[in-house]
């Protein structure tokens, strides 16, 4: 299946990605909200075809480097969830300009909602602004349906046109903390009475706030209902991975990304298989042990099945090596030095961001390669 | 200093690695050994040249990405460290034969060793192969001066000409574990036993063995003597980091990379500064922390003078977002939203893997860049 690919190398089950979007665009129609996929995770063009069901709807990014890459690509409704700093506006209207796309900007300070303006300004610029509320990660948003909001929302309005105030965002990242689902449906409810509220006050106040941003994958899958909310961010559904499995998300048939691994060595010592897959072709991510504490740096699989090999997993990485315990050294007959593997990751965000392409799994051969986009 | 430059960027202060490798080709003078630096944390041509005072001697890498661009950039005498597959010999072969380069593998297993010679006959191609040696740290390597060793011995010469037995290597990464020169000094001492004695067993079996090679920078900095050692790979001594500050391998001003990053929240409840570095432009290692507890993800540092802001330290990350502490909203003031830190990272060779170049500082100007190979 995998004859003729050097290791390491990154993976993706194109059927298992196609079958996750599938499930997740019918849950936002069940909901009644427009999915805006955030790429951060896949950071490809192909991916992010197969999120839209080959459409170029509304998208999420996390660097302007992803902006840059999908509007060059033909995205044209492109949100940057990273507060935006005015050092960075140049080239966010060269993005704009050069590709005829709109970026949306996070605000979440009135003197910075100042300061973008004054940019914005003084290159002649126009971009749509959301204001980002905390829900209650605390990491970053102002309080919802506060006074706060309001006066971010004035300090945008004072830079109209150049600033255009287009609703509100919040992100539960705290849904991350639970394994169960009462406590998500509970935190999706948290979420989405923010966003709305802050929206209502803001509406109240005379700002339109046409759109109500919410989103995490764990609060969209749980949520009762999303009354209010126009659109949900969630990205890493596409993928899927330990993490998400340990906390109950997805089901481990359902992970579609994995790195493709050689047996490099026999260590006695132990006994240990050593791969040439260590701390920058998995990350030094452990995400998932908190929920699967067996999952170590990474689960080892079957390289054709992607069942996993008993319970070996990935336990100890160098920057190049991953050592996996085996129970006894018959497993070195089992998987002799040459021999491959694959691991499912703990965090496919991390993981991912090595590499520079996947090899795309399709009808069991992985024959398409699917560049990636990193960096900043 | 820093402006025009969009954030996160890792910076390289070119005089501090000046001195760095100033100070590590001394010390191997002075231990009468070659210095074969390790590349795998620089990964660049113009940070090799300084490692080699201009030269283009013999270097470590980690990769065969590693080893094709630096042979494509005129480097001869190769050793790639993680151990080979007979699947990645065409390309370690198309990269001697394009470039003029000689490419020396390790091996620790004699099957493996057999595997890999009826791959070079197949290709006609000659690599030279150094026997790894376990010193100890239980991740590779044979027993040292061991009958299994000699069997490996043996297997590479039956492969003559296509395989060269050039002799045996050790890695003494288990040095990392101490935070005082005594252990590390009786560690380097094993490390030298075990790679002599193995030399020496080799000789007697009627093999020459012309390369002794030993490594890990804390083992150089602080072994006795190398006596029958022909040469040492270190690498980190160039940049340093936290990880090794926290071991007293080095002084906080010896550190020459750190990530440019910029305020761009306020985070109230905390309260915390929020800085566009998170789990990907700082890696999510956290190795300075056993020694260091307050190191974090990295510790925050003014830009232009690299000294601690107090004792801020990220100590949480997402994918684009840090979070740092601060004991009151006073360093709101004196850190608004847009202004710029450097942090200094916990384990360099992960930091740096992030990015496509160094943004060079020379003369306190930031003005040079440099690029970086990654990938596989």
């Known amino acids: 299946m995998f004859e003729g690919l050097e290791t390491p190398r990154l993976i993706l089950d194109a059927e298992r990605l196609e079958r996750n979007a599938v499930h997740m665009r019918n849950r936002c129609a069940e909901l009644g909200v427009t999915l805006r996929p955030h790429l951060k995770t896949a950071k490809s063009i192909d991916v992010a075809r197969i999120a839209a069901d080959g459409g170029q709807g509304p ?4 660097t302007l480097a992803e902006a840059e890459y999908f509007a060059a690509a033909g995205w044209r409704n ?15 209207d060269r993005i704009q300009r050069a590709h005829g ?3 949306l900007f996070v605000v979440d300070d009135r003197d910075a909602a100042t300061a973008i303006g004054k940019a914005a300004v003084s290159l002649g610029a126009r971009f749509g602004v959301l204001i980002e509320v905390d829900c209650g990660e605390h990491r970053s948003g102002v309080e919802p349906a506060s006074e706060a909001l309001v ?14 105030l287009t609703g509100v965002m919040t992100h539960a990242g705290h849904s991350y903390a ?8 509970a935190l999706a409810e948290v979420e989405r009475q923010a966003a709305v509220a802050s929206a209502e006050l803001l509406r109240a106040r005379g700002y339109p706030c046409p759109i109500v941003s919410v989103g995490s994958t ?3 899958l749980f949520a009762e209902h999303l009354s209010g909310v126009t659109e949900v961010r969630a990205g890493i559904y596409l993928f899927w991975d330990l993490s998400q499995l340990s906390r109950g998300m997805c089901a481990e048939d359902d992970i579609a990304v994995s790195v493709l691994a050689t047996v490099i060595g026999h260590q006695h010592s132990g006994p240990s298989l050593i791969l040439d897959a260590g701390a920058l072709a998995l990350s030094k991510d452990i995400g998932a042990n908190r929920f699967m504490p067996e999952a170590g740096y990474g689960l080892v699989c079957d390289p054709v099945t992607l069942e996993r090999l008993g319970s070996l997993a990935v336990t100890t990485v160098h920057q ?8 006894d050294e018959s497993w070195f007959a089992r998987l002799p030095i040459g021999s491959m593997v694959r691991i499912l990751p703990n965090h496919a965000c991390l993981t991912c961001a090595a590499y520079a392409s996947y090899n795309v799994l399709h009808a069991g051969k992985a024959t398409e390669e699917w560049p990636r986009i990193g960096g900043w």
Do not use: M, W
């Open 78 to 92: 492109i949100l940057y969830t990273t507060a935006i700093v005015p050092a960075k506006l140049a080239r966010a």
């Open 59 to 62: 998208i999420t990014v996390s």
């Open 218 to 220: 764990p609060t969209t």
């Open 178 to 185: 639970f394994d169960e689902p009462a406590p998500i449906r």
């Open 320 to 327: 190049e090596h991953g050592a996996v315990p085996v129970p």
């Open 101 to 103: 796309a709109r970026l």
């Open 151 to 164: 006066a971010i929302a004035d300090a945008i309005h004072a830079c109209a046109p150049h600033l255009e």
